[in-house]
């Protein structure tokens, strides 16, 4: 008789342990997303609309209601492969940008522009510089590829891009820059990045994140498309996932020259974003109402938490982002803390902040919630540090 139990597959470390993976695969610590809103309703036994998830810099307005339009249009193409090539987003990028379509790549999430970014000029060996405090990504495609780490250290919670510049070596193929960078959400102004391009050897690529620009204040913003018409090794890499609202499509799009282009088309797999992604991202690119009211939103919002923070006496690092990291003290506890209140932030002991939290900006209702929740949270905290038996680690 058939059985209705889930198969028991027996695993063992010595299976994997014999399985063809290099060490530096093997070596891999995987990202650490923030926790999913229904996760912790399960753990909690609370509804999901009771939980409130600042934690992974999303636009919490969610989609434009234009991009949701378009994507309902575009549901009767699903049934086909999506246009490999993504003329429409990329005809709409090249108008947007004044680019040719040739310097446009699609990516599934800008994450995938930086991953293609290192799997086009890295070598096992060869090493790329990034700085201490800056995206996990480029740890993480750095370390794939079998790459040298050189991680320059932060200055003022920021890129040291004099150092960086000092840190290439003659085996270097590839540096990040996160600007605005997260999780610190230190922004790097023009001029540092124009020096610091010039200082760049031309066989070294430089990827400029800029995953964040959309949120930059307007006297902060500079046209860096202009530095790729300058610079045949930069990559400028954008995405849909924040300002855009379409975190969950996984849309974002990389500009360079034409032969950086060309190579990293190479080993983009085919298809890699879908008929919805391209038809929301499209439509998304046009509605700059959405745009303004989303921009408008985050900076309130950011007066409302750090406002807070300065009334608490709590440090912060001054953001360009739409995320703000805020010094605690034990981040683990408060985390947990916070959690318990239906509140999920991001702990960054991983980017070496353990005592800092790093969180969204989200509603004002979200962000009230949050700071409501922070006090008792602090004060649990620290009640449970000062008496170490009741402290859930040490009862666990
Ligand atoms: C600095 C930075 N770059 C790139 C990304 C990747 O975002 P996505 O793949 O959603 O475009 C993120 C996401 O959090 C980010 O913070």
């Given amino acids: 008789m058939p059985s209705r139990a889930a198969p028991v597959i027996a695993t063992s470390a010595a299976n994997s342990a014999a399985l063809p993976a290099p060490a530096h695969v093997r070596a891999i610590s995987p990202y650490q997303p923030g926790k999913p809103i229904d996760e912790l309703a399960r753990e909690l036994g609370l509804a999901p609309e009771a939980i409130v998830k600042l934690a992974s810099n999303e636009n919490p307005r969610g989609m434009p209601a234009s991009a949701r339009r378009a994507m309902e249009r575009a549901m009767r193409e699903v049934g086909r492969y999506p246009d490999s090539n993504g003329f429409g987003l990329k ?9 040719p379509m040739d310097w446009l790549t699609l990516g599934n999430g800008s994450n995938e522009i930086l991953e293609l970014a ?11 510089v990034y700085a201490q405090h800056s995206f996990a990504v480029y740890a993480l495609a750095t370390q794939a590829r079998g790459g040298r780490h050189i991680v320059v250290p932060a200055r003022d919670y920021g890129h040291d891009l004099d150092a960086m510049a000092a840190a290439i070596e003659s085996d270097t ?20 990045v124009a020096a610091f391009l010039a200082r760049v050897p031309s066989h070294v ?3 400029l994140d800029e995953a964040y620009n959309e949120y930059l204040a307007p006297e902060r913003r500079f046209d860096s498309t202009r530095w790729v018409r300058e610079f045949p090794n930069l990559l400028v890499s954008r995405t849909f996932s924040k300002a855009y609202g379409l975190a969950g499509l996984r849309v974002g799009y990389g500009v360079a020259q034409p032969e950086l282009t060309d190579l990293i088309n190479r080993v983009r797999a085919p298809f890699n974003v879908n008929v919805l992604a391209q038809a929301a991202a499209t439509a998304a690119l046009a509605d700059e109402e959405f745009l303004a009211e989303s921009y408008a939103l985050n900076r309130a919002g950011m007066l409302q938490l750090t406002a807070a923070f300065r009334q608490m006496h709590l440090r912060y690092v001054p953001s360009a982002g739409n995320f703000v990291l805020v010094e ?6 408060v985390n947990s803390e916070l959690l318990q209140r239906g509140v999920i932030v991001r702990p960054v002991a991983n980017y070496g902040l353990p005592n800092w939290l790093r969180v969204t900006i989200g509603t004002p209702a ?5 700071i409501v929740s922070l006090g008792p949270a602090l004060a649990s905290a620290r009640g449970a540090e000062a008496s170490p ?8």
């Avoid at 605690?328 to 506890?333: H, M, S, T």
């Fill in 91 to 99: 005809s709409a990028l090249a108008q947007k940008f004044a680019v």
């Fill in 118 to 128: 290192a799997a086009t000029v890295l070598e096992p060996g060869a090493s790329v």
């Fill in 173 to 192: 193929r590839l540096v990040y820059i996160a600007n605005p960078n997260n999780p610190t959400g230190t922004f790097a102004g023009a001029e540092r």
């Fill in 205 to 207: 690529v430089v990827v």
């Fill in 328 to 333: 605690v003290g034990a981040a683990d506890r």
């Fill in 366 to 370: 979200e962000n009230d919630k949050f």
């Fill in 389 to 396: 038996a009741s402290s859930p680690a040490s009862s666990a």
